[in-house]
């Protein structure tokens, strides 16, 4: 759902005051440094309450006002003009966050993510491809998020029982360990049924849209390795878990369970991570994304809205043009670019393009 | 002003009640007749005294024990095992529930170093131990802490030969499906009936 004003107060450096974002494609050109993260950042924020950098709500908040708020209004493609546009409102105050659906309050932040999520393309994906396990189990979960509340209940649910599963093994209170295994395991499979679904799902996607973007002839394929036994059914995993008691009570901690599944990327046999340049690792992480918002399509029938924090910078010009020709039918699009760079060549008709200079937008 | 203060950071101290809402009721209590402040205090002052747990079911009374325990008319077959004494009050309040309770005191939760032992789950076997009773309902609410001391408690009762059960979960009745959260739809699948 498209974006048609944002109004900024006290967020990072970026001026008080409401930007006019209504068109299919909105460019934002300045120097580094300028805002221009700002500005995604404030959109992802509008989408699911949170940054994507990583930054706690302190310190999105003006340095010493202590506060802040995003307003932003949006209305479904195709529909009347004259409909009132849907309103979100993220603000924070006192170290309270609050979000708003027009005047009603949004108990939970992931009723926020139905309302009108973001696809972002940023530096910090490129963990994705080389970081820490944890980093692809976020992305892949935050991909079953978008298209499923009830995913996100079940992972709240099982970190839930983790939590108290690991003060069970640290304290030794062995007489509730079996009680927690069974709940793990209980939410444990149905994680793993969710996310084998968006494996082979994934599988074919991925290795498709790279090679269109790459034209490397090098076949990239995803595999999801669950911590526990694959084929193994609820009983025989209470088992499993029961066998390796004494070894997690004497590390007081669950060693094994979907908080460490992993995902894994092959080419040509041998894991991906290992063998890849810069480049290709930066491509994957980009195809990555380029997945995640099909996925988002193709399971909601709603397109997103994409936000692209200096990716192009980093493609080559033949790169560049396939994937934005690899890029899935978007609501709308938000691209980030230095001066030097050819903008205008990907400009098209109804593209809003904003000057961004000291947290200003000018035209 | 001292006083004034003292009293703020005693209500701040009470569950749901920060400093704002504190501030407004300390203001109030200014505000209104002496009368009223004395009858307060004397019901907050007389309040542990005249109340007292009850030795069978833990739950609160002005007796020992309780007019539901005490009860000729009450289903001995029967217990209801709830979290805290508020729950008996609820569950009393919707007048379908004829049998006894036993309050546990909690629920197991070892990041909050709640283990069995600190429950009053030894004194639930004891009372099951008669044999008069033939089903314990567990009342616990539906979250992780409430479903591992649900599965704790039918382990450790079913050789007593009880029937163990748990309330059902699922739609409110007269709810909507349109506004149901997902989860609750999800469990109400799950815990479907035949009609």
């Given amino acids: 759902m498209p974006f048609i004003t944002v109004r900024f107060s006290s967020f990072r450096n970026l001026e008080d005051g409401e930007i006019d974002v209504a068109g299919k494609r909105v460019f934002l050109v300045g120097e580094n440094g300028q805002g221009k993260t700002n500005f995604l950042e404030a959109l992802y924020y509008l989408s699911y309450g949170s940054s994507f950098r990583g930054a706690v709500d302190t310190e999105v908040a003006r340095r010493g006002t202590g506060y802040f708020a995003l307003e932003a209004t949006s209305r479904m493609e195709g529909s009347d003009e004259d409909l009132p546009p849907e309103k979100v409102i993220v603000s924070w105050k006192e170290r309270t966050k609050t979000i708003r659906r027009g005047e009603k309050p949004l108990r939970d932040r992931k009723e926020l993510i139905g309302i009108n999520p973001t696809i972002i393309f940023c530096h910090e994906d490129f963990s994705f491809a080389v970081g820490e396990p944890e980093r692809r189990r976020f992305f892949f979960d935050q991909t079953a998020g978008l298209v499923s509340s009830l995913y996100i209940d079940l ?120 063998t890849a340049s810069t480049g290709q690792h930066r491509l994957l992480t980009l195809v990555l994304r380029i997945a995640q918002a099909e996925y988002y399509s193709a399971q909601t029938g709603r397109k997103p809205v994409l936000l692209f924090d200096d990716v192009l910078l980093e493609l080559d010009p033949g790169k560049r043009r396939r994937f934005l020709s690899a890029l899935p039918d978007a609501a709308q699009a938000f691209f980030t670019f230095l001066p030097g760079e050819p903008w205008e060549d990907y400009r098209s008709e109804g593209t809003i393009v904003y000057r961004v200079e000291h947290g200003r937008l000018a035209d | 002003m001292k006083a004034l203060e003292e009293l703020v950071g005693l209500l701040t101290r009470l569950p749901g009640i920060g400093r ?76 379908e529930y004829r049998g006894l309770y036993h309050v546990l005191g909690g629920l197991i939760s070892p990041l909050d170093g709640v283990g069995p032992e600190q429950l009053r789950v030894d004194a639930l076997v004891a009372r099951l131990r008669g044999g008069e009773v033939r089903e314990v309902v567990i009342a616990t609410n539906p979250t992780v802490e409430g479903d591992t001391t649900a599965l704790y408690l039918k382990r450790l009762l079913e050789p007593t030969g009880a029937q163990v059960t748990r309330l059902a979960t699922g739609i409110p009745v007269g709810g909507d499906l349109e506004y149901a959260d997902r989860l609750t739809l999800a469990r109400s699948f799950r815990g479907r009936v035949r009609l």
């Avoid at chain 1, 395991?185 to 269109?212: H, N, P, T």
């Fill in chain 2, 20 to 95: 704002k809402s504190a501030l407004r009721v300390a203001y109030h209590l200014l505000k209104t007749d002496q009368a009223y402040a004395e009858a307060l205090a004397e019901r907050i002052r007389g309040l542990k005294s005249a109340i007292r747990f009850c030795s069978v079911c833990g739950s609160y009374a002005e007796s020992d024990p309780c007019p539901v325990c005490a009860s000729p008319a009450r289903d001995r077959s029967t217990i209801c095992v709830v979290e805290q004494p508020q729950d008996v009050v609820t569950i009393e309040g919707a007048h």
């Fill in chain 1, 155 to 274: 992972l709240r649910e099982y970190k839930r029982i983790l939590k108290q599963r690991n003060a069970a093994l640290k304290e030794g209170q062995v007489s509730v360990l079996e009680f927690l295994d069974e709940q793990l395991v209980s939410r444990g499979k149905d994680l793993m049924e969710e996310r084998a679904r968006i494996q082979a799902d994934f599988e074919e996607r991925i290795a498709v849209l790279y090679e269109e973007v790459s034209l490397l002839g090098r076949e990239i394929r995803l595999r999801y390795r669950p911590s526990w036994p694959n084929d193994a059914g609820r009983n025989e995993l209470v088992d499993y878990l029961a066998r390796r008691r004494s070894e997690e009570l004497a590390l007081g901690t669950s060693l094994s369970g979907p908080h460490r599944d992993r995902w894994l990327f092959f080419s040509e046999g041998e894991e991906f991570t290992a």
